[in-house]
């Protein structure tokens, strides 16, 4: 068996800059189940979405937590991916998401722009995917072509 090393999230094409070259560090997802296999030292890599179809980048996991949107802007303010605006917006895109839902929230650490993005061939949901340590060597062998 595989383990799980971490998982791949989709993030807008037109973000990926602000997520590696600003100050941001805490990723917020909304996920289906109150659970996730992720725990600090996994990878979250980053695949760019809206037609790009490119893993862009990664960071490692320092903490995970639930929170509410309105608690993580309370906590995470300017280090936040999302602005506050933002993330308001993503709240009202689906009629199951509330201010009172909680996020998957991820504080990374030692986030890194790829030099070459690395083309995915298999789609990726808005949900993600874990990611296998196998899968991941595989990743960064094409990532050093």
Known sequence: MNKI????YPIPAQLVDRLFE??????VK???HKTTKLAPKHKV???ASHGSKKLV???????????TPEEAITKYKEFLF????????????SPSRTLSKEML?????????YRKPIQYH????????????????SLMQKEEE
């Open 122 to 137: 298999k789609p990726i949901t808005m949900a993600g995917q874990y990611l296998s340590s196998s899968e991941y060597n």
């Open 105 to 113: 929230t991820l504080v990374l650490k030692r986030l890194k722009k």
């Open 22 to 27: 600003d100050n941001t560090k805490v990723f």
């Open 82 to 93: 999302l602005t506050k605006d933002e993330i308001y917006d993503y709240v009202k895109m």
């Open 5 to 8: 090393v971490g998982a791949i």
């Open 57 to 67: 980048g990664e960071g490692i996991i320092e903490k995970v937590e639930f929170l």
């Open 30 to 32: 909304y996920v289906a």
């Open 45 to 47: 890599i980053f695949y």
